[in-house]
């Protein structure tokens, strides 16, 4: 049995609230990174999801990433191809158990996530808030949003929610 952490938008190992849970599971870690070949096909108007900038930046924090795994133990696995398939694949090949990753706001991501989800339902999925300050749980008490930044940082403050503190995932 091992345990797949599917790395997405957060490709940081200090602070990866997703990576340290996996962490804290006995079994070995896979991490994988999915380079999905729809990002670099024309769409109807003839635009591709990915430029070469973006994909440039991408590549290169792909490599850090992996740097950063290794002084970990660990490594990062990247492959090309859909990315619910070459999850499905992962599970399949080395007997996962659970599949950690940071929530997505994207249609295609969220798909994705899903369509793995539905598939491999017998599986542990757990899915980590990471690319805001509070959760959506600690919102809850608020009705109404206001308008502006101003207030609503009054009603957050006047209520006492707390930001997370920070997780280290290389301990």
């Not at 996962?96 to 339902?121: H, I, L, P, R």
Request: net charge neutral; proline share 3%.
């Amino acid at each position: 049995m091992s345990t797949l952490v599917w790395f997405t938008n957060d490709l940081r190992v200090h602070d990866n609230q997703a990576l340290y849970l996996a962490g804290l599971r006995a079994e070995p870690l896979i991490c994988l990174y999915c380079v999905d070949e729809n990002w670099f096909k024309p769409n109807q108007y003839g635009l591709k999801r990915i430029g070469e900038h973006r994909w440039r930046f991408l590549h290169e924090s792909l490599q850090a990433l992996d740097v950063a795994l290794k002084e970990c133990g660990q490594r990062l696995c990247i492959q090309l191809g859909t990315p619910a398939d070459l999850v499905g694949n992962i599970i399949e090949q080395y007997n996962v158990s659970a599949v950690f990753s940071n929530s997505q706001t994207g249609f295609y991501e969220n798909n994705n996530w899903k369509a793995v989800k539905d598939k491999y339902s017998a599986l542990d999925f757990t899915s980590v808030e990471s690319s805001t300050l509070f959760t959506k749980q600690q919102l809850t008490h608020i009705d109404e949003f206001p308008k502006t930044f101003s207030k609503f940082r009054q009603n957050v403050d006047s209520t006492k929610n707390h930001i997370d503190p920070l997780v280290n995932a290389t301990k």
